[in-house]
């Protein structure tokens, strides 16, 4: 059964802390991304990788953190330098070019900052 | 600067009445036009997709409409349900590229 999963579904954390959300695909794509979702602000990139061991900035990475040690696996840090980070978070992955390079993706993870 | 600018931000259309959704853009390097449609808690999952070579695509109730020349297109829902209720965000891509940019999203209802 293939797709995207994101753990957890929901993450509480405190001020000051950082956090891990994890997001995990079987597809064998090769390109994987972050996503913000805020209210009437759509879908914000945050980080995306084409490829393991290496990644690039999105439009709102500052506070952010990433690695890719795998093909399948992609987490994203969000640390205390981020200072809103409450929101809904979304991990997707999709083939590299292609006609169509849908990009799938995960249930996502509500982070609330207490 | 928002890439893609989607509207309205939110609609409410009758049981088997039309939705429309309009989006523009101004960057012609963009190649490839998806809607992505998402329910409440969930992750967005691709509705229909067109590209600038053709100005219609039609899946079942669902039509994409582009205007190359005025740099907008539109995702019209005929007939529709209450199941159609979610948000729909329209999306753009450069050519060669595998980023996507998308619009602020349309939170769509449809009353029975």
């Known amino acids: 059964d293939g797709g995207i999963t994101q753990s957890p579904k929901y993450l509480f954390r405190k001020e000051g802390q950082n956090v891990t959300l994890s997001c995990e695909q079987n597809l064998n794509h090769d390109a994987m991304y972050w996503y913000r979702q805020d209210p009437g602000q759509g879908l914000r990139l945050i980080y995306y990788?084409?490829?393991?061991?290496?990644?690039q900035k999105g439009d709102i990475a500052e506070g952010y953190s990433v690695s890719r040690e795998k093909k399948e696996s992609f987490p994203l840090t969000v640390t205390s330098a981020q200072k809103n980070p409450t929101a809904f978070y979304l991990c997707?992955?999709?083939?590299?070019?292609?006609?169509?390079?849908?990009?799938?993706f995960g249930p996502g993870t509500r982070l609330t900052v207490l | 600067q928002q890439q893609v600018k989607q509207s309205p931000q939110s609609l409410i259309v009758q049981k088997g009445g039309i939705s429309i959704i309009n989006c523009a853009y101004e960057n012609t390097a963009f190649d490839y036009f998806p809607w992505y449609q998402q329910f409440p808690g969930k992750g967005p999952a691709l509705l229909i997709a067109?590209?600038?070579?053709?100005s219609e695509k039609k899946e079942g109730r669902f039509t994409i409409s582009f205007n190359k020349s005025a740099k907008q297109f539109s995702l019209h829902i005929m007939d529709s349900q209450p199941g159609d209720s979610a948000t729909y965000f329209c999306a753009a891509r450069v050519g060669g590229a595998n980023n996507l940019f998308f619009g602020t999203g349309t939170r769509l209802t449809v009353i029975p």
């Open positions: 990788s084409q490829i393991v061991n290496d990644f």
């Open positions: 067109i590209r600038p070579d053709v």
């Open positions: 997707a992955s999709s083939i590299l070019g292609g006609a169509g390079n849908e990009q799938f």
